[in-house]
C-alpha cells in the first residue's frame, strides 16, 4: 500500500506518517528529508538560491520517483499536492489522506517549535502574522487537499483511526 499525507505546514504529516508506517511495518519518507538528501541542500537554501519553482520541480521528481515504491507512507510538503499535478499522480498511485487541523492549533505548535526558522514560507512572522498567513495559505490550497481521498479531522488524529478506515477501505 502506498499512502500519502498531505495538509498544511505543522500538521502532523511527518509525525503521523512515522508512527503509521511503524504499524503498518512499510517504509516511511519525508519528502522534505528525501530532497534535502538528493540535493544535498536544505529547504531553506534550495529556496534562496534556486528559487520556489525550482523546489517544486523537484517535489514533482521526487514524488513521481517514490510512487514506484510498493509498501510506503510519504509525508508530504505542505505545497506538494498545489502544483505540477501531483495531486492527481497521488491519487492514482495510492491512498491520500488530508490530515485537517485547526489554524490555531498549527499556529500554536509552530510558534513553539525550534525548527520554524527551518520552514522558508514561515520565517520572520510575529504570531499574528504566521495566523493570517496560514489562513490565507490553507484558502489557496483546500481544493487541492479536498481532492484526497480521506481527510481527518480534529487537533489529536491518532495512528489508530487512520488504520481502522485503511481496513475498511481494502
Known sequence: MRIYLIGLTGCGKSTIGKNLAL????????????????EQMSISEIFTEKGESYFRQLE?????????????????????????????????SGVTIFLDVTIQEICNRLW???????????????????????????AERI???NEAKLTMHGNTIVVNQILMI?????
Open 112 to 138: 513553539n517549535t525550534p525548527n520554524r526558522a527551518n520552514r522558508p514560507l514561515l520565517q520572520d512572522k510575529n504570531k499574528e502574522q504566521l495566523f493570517e498567513y496560514l489562513e490565507k495559505l490553507r
Open 166 to 170: 485503511l481496513e475498511q477501505m481494502d
Open 143 to 145: 481544493q487541492f487537499y
Open 60 to 92: 514533482n521528481k521526487a514524488l513521481k520517483e517514490l510512487s514506484n515504491e510498493i509498501d510506503i507512507v510519504i509525508a508530504t510538503g505542505g505545497g506538494a499536492p498545489c502544483f505540477h499535478d501531483n495531486m492527481t499522480l497521488m491519487n492514482v
Open 23 to 38: 504499524q503498518l511495518k512499510t517504509k516511511f519518507v519525508d519528502l522534505d528529508d528525501y530532497i534535502i538528501l538528493k
